[in-house]
């Protein structure tokens, strides 16, 4: 699961509205997943 934004709103992805936990959310655990996130989308 990518935590990765992408300009959806924090409580659409789970992620704490909160500019610190986004900005964590934008450096991926999984640099493949996230890869695979964004080609999907």
Do not use: C, I, N, Y
């Not at 959806?8 to 936990?21: D, I, L, N, Y």
Request: proline share 15%; net charge negative.
């Amino acid at each position: 699961m990518s935590f990765d934004t992408g300009g959806v709103p924090p409580e659409r992805t789970g992620s704490a509205p909160h500019p610190a936990a986004d900005a964590a959310d934008l450096d991926p655990l999984d640099p493949a997943e996230e890869a695979a996130d964004r080609a999907a989308g």
